[in-house]
C-alpha cells in the first residue's frame, strides 16, 4: 500500500535580497506567487501541506488560506534556521507514521514529475531520508554535498562553514528531502546551533541519520534547473525566463506556432491547441485556456481567466481579461475585452472598449454578446449589458443598454456638413 505522504514548505525567511515589502514567496512570476507554484507542484502528490510562515505572516497565510484548501499555515516565531522551522510541524504530526516531503517555498521551477521521480527513488532504496541534489559549476552560496571515501552520504555543509576543500565540491543540497517522518522525527529535537550562522540547520538530518544508522541516500537531479531558487530580484528575472523558455518549447512540441520565443511569455497555466499561431511580443498571464487555430497577437496582451475556443483570432493591442470567447470570432485591433461572454462568429470592429468597471462603487459588470454580434468601430460596451443574438451596433457608439435579437444599435450623433466652411475661415 502507498504510504500517505505530507509535505512541509519553508516560507518564512525573510528574504533581504529582495529589497521589499513583499515577502518573498508572494513575488510572482506571470500573476502567480512563487509559493503558489510550490503547493501546485505538491498538490496532486500530497493530501495535506504545512507551510511554515513567520516574516510577513498575516499576508502569506492569507494567500493560502483563500487558494488552497488542503494546505495548512504554521507559525514560526522567532526564525531560527530550516530545521527550527520543519520542527515546528512535530506537535501537528505527534502521531503521523507516513513520508514527509520538505521543499522550499522559493523554488519555483521543480516540477511535479521530478518529485514523483524522486519519491519513487525513496521507495525503491528503502530509504529512510532522501536528500535532492544536483551538481552546479558555480556552487557558491549553496550547501555542499559531503561523502565518504565509499560515496555514501556523511554530510551536508552550508557555504558559510565550509573549508576550502569542501567549497569545491559541486555537488550541491537542492533543499527538497524525502523522510520516514517516525524515523527522522527524533533529530529535530537534537539539533544544535553550533554553526557559522548560529542557526538549527536542516541540513544536519543528514550526519543525524548516518550516526543514527538510517538509511540516507542522496538523488542526483540532472536538470538542476529545476531547483533554481530565488532570493533577488535578478533570479526573479532568470527564474520567469526559465519557465518561459519551458513553457514555449512544450506549446511548439505540441503543434503551437510561436513566430517569436525571443518576445513571447506564456504562463505555466495557458492550454493552447494545435495550429494555433502566436505572434512576437505577446504576453500572456495567468490561467487561460485558447483553443486550435486561433490568432493571437503580435502585441496581445491575456490577463488570466480568459478562455477563447477555436478558429479565433486576437489582434495587435488588445488586451483580454476573464472572458469567455466562442469559436470563430474576431477581435482585430486595439480593444479591450473584461468580464465578457462573447458567443461565435462575432466581429468586434477595432477600438472597441469593455466599459467594465466603475470606480465609484469599485464594481465590475459583464458584457454579454451573443453569437453573430457585430460591433462597429470605436464601440464603447458600458458594462453591465447584453447585446442579442445578430445586432450590429454602429461604429462610435456608446452602448448604455440591452439590446434584442438582429437589431441595430446606434447612438452616433447625426453627421452634418457644413459646405464651404474651410474655404469662408480662410
Ligand atoms: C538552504 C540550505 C542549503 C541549500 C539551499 C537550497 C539550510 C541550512 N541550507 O540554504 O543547504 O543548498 O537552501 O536552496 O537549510 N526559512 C524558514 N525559517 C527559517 C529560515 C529559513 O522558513 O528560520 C525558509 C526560507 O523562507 C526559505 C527556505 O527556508 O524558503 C530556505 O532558507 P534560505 O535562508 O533561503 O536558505 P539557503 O541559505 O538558501
Ligand atoms: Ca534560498
Known amino acids: 500500500m502507498q504510504k500517505e505522504i505530507k509535505s512541509v514548505i519553508l516560507a518564512a525567511g525573510k528574504g533581504t535580497r529582495m529589497k521589499s515589502n513583499t515577502p518573498k514567496v508572494l513575488h510572482k512570476i506571470f500573476e502567480k506567487p512563487l509559493l503558489g507554484y510550490v ?6 502528490i500530497v493530501n495535506e501541506s504545512f507551510v511554515i510562515v ?3 505572516a498575516e499576508e502569506v ?14 507559525l514560526q516565531s522567532p ?15 505527534e502521531n503521523f507514521e507516513g513520508q514527509v516531503i520538505i521543499l522550499c517555498g522559493d523554488t519555483p521551477l521543480i516540477t511535479e514529475a521530478t518529485l514523483k521521480k524522486f519519491i519513487e527513488y525513496h521507495n525503491s532504496n528503502n530509504s529512510d531520508l532522501t536528500v535532492m541534489s544536483t551538481i552546479f559549476e558555480n556552487p557558491t552560496n549553496y550547501g555542499r554535498i559531503i561523502r565518504e571515501a565509499d560515496n555514501s552520504l556523511k554530510c551536508i555543509v552550508e557555504e558559510k562553514d565550509a573549508t576550502p576543500d569542501e567549497k569545491a565540491v559541486k555537488e550541491v543540497n537542492a533543499g527538497i528531502y524525502c523522510l520516514n517522518w517516525g524515523k527522522i522525527k527524533p533529530a529535530f529535537s537534537q539539533l544544535t546551533s553550533n554553526n557559522a550562522q548560529g542557526e538549527y540547520y536542516l541540513t544536519d538530518i543528514i550526519a543525524w541519520g548516518k550516526k543514527n544508522n538510517l538509511n540516507v541516500n542522496a538523488f542526483i537531479l540532472e536538470n538542476s534547473d529545476e531547483i533554481y531558487g530565488i532570493n533577488s530580484r535578478s533570479n526573479l528575472a532568470t527564474a520567469t525566463k526559465i519557465m518561459n523558455d519551458r513553457k514555449l518549447n512544450s506549446l511548439m512540441d505540441n503543434g503551437v506556432t510561436i513566430v517569436d520565443p525571443a518576445s513571447t511569455w506564456i504562463s505555466e497555466d495557458t492550454e493552447i491547441g494545435a495550429d494555433t499561431i502566436i505572434y512576437p511580443s505577446t504576453y500572456i498571464e495567468g490561467k487561460n485556456k485558447i483553443g486550435k487555430n486561433c490568432k493571437i497577437g503580435p502585441c496581445a496582451h491575456l490577463r488570466g481567466d480568459v478562455e477563447i475556443s477555436d478558429n479565433c483570432k486576437i489582434g495587435n493591442f488588445v488586451e483580454v481579461k476573464k472572458a469567455k470567447i466562442d469559436h470563430n470570432t474576431n477581435a482585430g ?3 479591450y475585452i473584461g468580464d465578457a461572454e462573447l458567443g461565435a462568429h462575432i466581429n468586434i470592429g477595432a477600438g472597441t472598449i469593455t466599459a467594465n468597471y466603475d470606480p465609484i462603487t469599485k464594481t465590475k459588470s459583464k458584457t454579454i454578446l451573443k453569437d453573430n454580434v457585430k460591433i462597429g468601430s470605436n464601440t464603447v460596451l458600458v458594462a453591465p449589458v447584453e447585446i442579442g443574438e445578430g445586432t450590429n451596433i454602429g461604429a462610435g457608439s456608446v452602448i448604455t443598454k440591452n439590446i434584442g435579437e438582429w437589431a441595430l444599435g446606434i447612438t452616433r450623433a447625426p453627421l452634418r456638413i457644413l459646405e464651404n466652411w474651410v474655404k469662408k475661415k480662410m
Request: positive net charge.
Open 79 to 93: 526564525q531560527l534556521g530550516t530545521g527550527h522551522a520543519v520542527s515546528m510541524v512535530c506537535p501537528a504530526l
Open 39 to 44: 503547493l501546485d507542484n505538491v498538490k496532486n
Open 61 to 74: 497565510t492569507e494567500y493560502v488560506e483563500k487558494n488552497y484548501k488542503t494546505a495548512k499555515t504554521v
Open 54 to 56: 513567520g516574516h510577513h
Open 333 to 335: 485591433h486595439l480593444s
